[in-house]
């Protein structure tokens, strides 16, 4: 099954520049249908707004973006540019602007539109969409700092923890990583510790830093 990035949660946030007010928004969706609801709901929210730029990207789907009335190519395709180099899928952003009076210029929009679209996505946290293999992990106290950071170290995350007369761990780990993860358990702990696969997930988990 395909590995890529979503966006984590809905994520906004906004700036002024040259007195124009940018509020970026970004959502997670899985449909065209779902990303142009957004879109004009955003469009209904602010219908006094100068314009309200947006673009979108779904997996093995379409790829789309709008300038919303701004010269060509200096909202829509900004906007755009910016979810394709955070190599998101799944997406659609949305940056409203209020007009306070100062032409930007071509270059200063760009730059604004960019900017809008990336605070967004700041915004929102990214999460990875693979098959996630799950970990039952029992673990003694004096071990459990180290496996934590061991955890991280091979792409792990720490989905829960119960803490009882040891430390259970449920982790849940990029497939490819379970072999090297476990030897290293053993390794580490001498064999005091070992870790049990319990499932798979294919879905999406965050991981920003």
């Not at 947006?54 to 909202?75: C, H, M, N, Q």
């Amino acid at each position: 099954m395909d590995e890529y990035l979503v966006p984590t949660r809905f994520g906004e946030a906004e700036f002024i520049e040259k007195k124009s007010r940018f509020i970026g928004r970004v959502w997670p969706v899985e449909s065209e249908e779902e990303a142009l609801a957004k879109i004009q709901e955003m469009k209904k929210q602010h219908y006094d707004a100068t314009h309200n730029c947006w673009a979108y990207i779904l997996k093995d789907g379409p790829v789309r973006f709008s300038d919303d009335g701004e010269p060509g190519g200096t909202a829509g395709m900004p906007m755009l540019q910016v979810l394709q180099r955070e190599g998101l899928y799944n997406i659609v952003c949305v940056v409203t602007r209020y007009f306070g009076g100062i032409l930007l210029g071509a270059g200063g929009l760009v730059r604004a539109y960019t900017k809008g679209a990336k605070i967004a996505v700041d915004a929102a946290g990214k999460s990875m969409k693979r098959v996630w293999t799950v970990l039952y992990v029992p673990c003694p106290y004096p071990f459990y700092e180290r496996v934590k950071l061991e955890v991280g170290n091979y792409g792990g995350i720490v989905r829960q923890t119960d803490f009882g007369a040891e430390v259970e761990l449920e982790l849940l780990f990029p497939e490819k990583q379970v072999p090297a993860f476990l030897e290293k358990l053993t390794d580490m702990t001498s064999g005091t510790v070992e870790g049990m696969e319990v499932g798979q997930e294919y879905r999406a988990f965050p991981v920003d830093s």
